[in-house]
């Protein structure tokens, strides 16, 4: 498995290499669909990063491309995607781009799977294969254009496109190529005799991105730069995206954009609840001919994350000791690292639906959250789970049923005022770890802000997030797994 996982990663650095070379050609083909909020969703131009989200996504883009100028480019497109397995993803795309007199209808399939190294090395490719029709514009037509044969041979042509990339992940570090038109043939070689002046060529794309999140802050900045070799209008450079995306919470993004040889863009976006809206503005510089003749370019994103929906803690404990108050969870709990499983006071918890369990030799205390939680024996080191407390699906917004487990907390703190505690936060496996350990993060300083506006003192409470690191349950399974790793945790430290 090692040597295979060796090999993969060697075709990697292999087609690394044959995309740079291929930006030292000049060669000139019809353009693929341009984009200024590929960030958003990056599978636009890399099949690799079909499910890469870890749930499913719909987006739909609407761009209109020099505003003002008669026959200037026009993008319509739609794309879903889902993860169907740890490994494997998939993806689809339709999607409508009117060139001046040209329109290319088409449709493409994904599939992408992923080798995890370990747990900062990942390598992912995709396929795509598809369908694509091109047709004449007639209405933009007059006279003597009416008559060109070459036009008559464009008209309703059908080709078959597929596309193919891969991406590579180390923490923050992302590096991606993709050759999003395979294969190299006119667009119709049968009529007349003579093949159409129109054609597809391979054209590539390379991207490499670093996240940075900011300490102790909700900021994540990430610097990104994109070149894209094989369109008509670009010669023998190419042509480089120069992005940088801000994001904050979670919840809002701004990006800035510089594009050789043609100019800037400014993008900005929400995400409210499991939708998203994004748009961008994108303007020519005075050295460029477009600049003079039209209004720039606009760009509008929607975008809806399916996601995991919340669900109230359900427990079914396999075997309960009713006399002494004890509930053993084996199927529940990482038995790697469980080391001791204590009995309960009955007189301060009259149910308890989980055990208290040892994890770094610190005792973690848990309650079901339809009861009033009690934070037992505060020493050192001991580790509470906190019951009780919702967010809203991938964000960090507390939700209203959450109010009485953080009073609880303010509550325990009040009466222990020489306490110091962290508040750690933890999400399952599912998506990517830069995104869950940014969750985790975001929602352990969203309850410290809580508590802080509440009144307790900022010296007594500090905020850690520690994403998929730490589970104390199987990733394998929902209701006993996943659902017990997204947790708060509050830890004694002084």
């Known amino acids: ?189 049968e009529n007349l005799n003579s093949t159409s002046p129109f054609r597809y060529i391979n054209q590539s794309v390379a991207a490499v991105s670093y996240r940075v999140e900011l300490p102790n802050s909700q900021l994540s900045i990430t610097p990104m730069v994109l070149h894209r070799f094989g369109t008509f209008a670009i010669q023998k450079a190419g042509q480089f995206d120069v992005n940088v995306v801000i994001d904050w919470k979670e919840t809002f993004w701004l990006s800035f954009l510089h594009r050789t040889d043609y100019g800037n863009a400014i993008n900005a976006g929400l995400h409210l609840g499991q939708f998203s809206f994004g748009y961008a503005y994108e303007f020519a510089n005075n050295k460029s001919l477009i600049g003079n003749v039209s209004n720039g370019s606009h760009e509008i994103l929607v975008s809806y994350h399916f996601g995991r929906k919340k669900e109230k803690k359900k427990v079914e404990p396999e075997d309960k000791d009713i006399d002494n108050q004890i509930v053993v969870r084996k199927d529940s709990i990482d038995e790697n690292k469980v080391t001791e499983v204590e009995k309960i006071d009955s007189s301060a918890v009259t149910q308890v639906d989980e055990p208290k369990t040892v994890i770094d030799s610190a005792t973690i205390e848990t309650s079901t959250p339809s009861e009033k939680q009690v934070f037992e024996k505060p020493e050192v080191g001991k580790k509470y789970v906190v019951s009780g407390l919702y967010f809203a699906t991938g964000s960090a917004q507390i939700e209203k049923a959450s109010f009485p487990a953080l009073d609880n907390i303010v509550e325990f703190l009040r009466k222990n005022p ?24 975001n929602r352990a300083k969203a309850v410290v802000d809580y508590l802080k506006g509440i009144g307790i003192d900022a010296s007594r409470i500090t905020f850690k997030g520690y994403g998929d690191t730490q589970p104390i349950a199987s990733n394998d399974d929902e209701k006993d797994g996943r659902e017990l790793n997204r947790r708060i945790e509050m830890k004694i430290i002084e």
């Open 1 to 189: 498995m090692e040597l295979i996982k060796y090999k993969l990663f060697v075709f990697f650095v292999l087609c690394m290499i044959v995309v740079a070379e291929g930006a030292l050609k000049e060669v000139k083909a019809q353009e693929t669909s341009l984009f200024t909020q590929y960030h958003q969703n990056k599978y636009f131009y890399n099949p690799a990063y079909a499910g890469y989200h870890g749930y499913s996504v719909a987006h739909l883009v609407y761009r209109k491309q020099w505003s003002g100028l008669e026959g200037a480019p026009e993008t319509m497109l739609f794309s879903f995607q889902t993860p169907f397995s740890k490994a494997m993803g998939a993806g689809m795309r339709i999607f409508r781009d009117n060139t001046g007199v040209v329109s290319r209808t088409g449709a493409q399939a994904s599939y992408a799977y992923g080798v995890k190294f370990d747990e900062d090395n990942q390598l992912h490719f995709g396929l795509s294969l598809g369908t694509l029709v091109n047709s004449v514009r007639w209405e933009l037509l007059s006279g003597s254009d009416l008559q060109d044969q070459a036009l008559y041979r464009l008209n309703n042509s059908f080709v078959v496109d597929g596309a193919f990339g891969a991406y590579y992940n180390f923490k923050g570090l992302e590096v991606s190529f993709a050759f999003p038109q395979l294969f190299n043939r006119s667009l119709r070689e």
């Open 418 to 441: 020489n306490l110091r505690v962290e508040i750690g936060g933890h999400t399952d496996n599912v998506g990517n770890k830069a995104s869950n350990q940014r969750l985790s993060e």
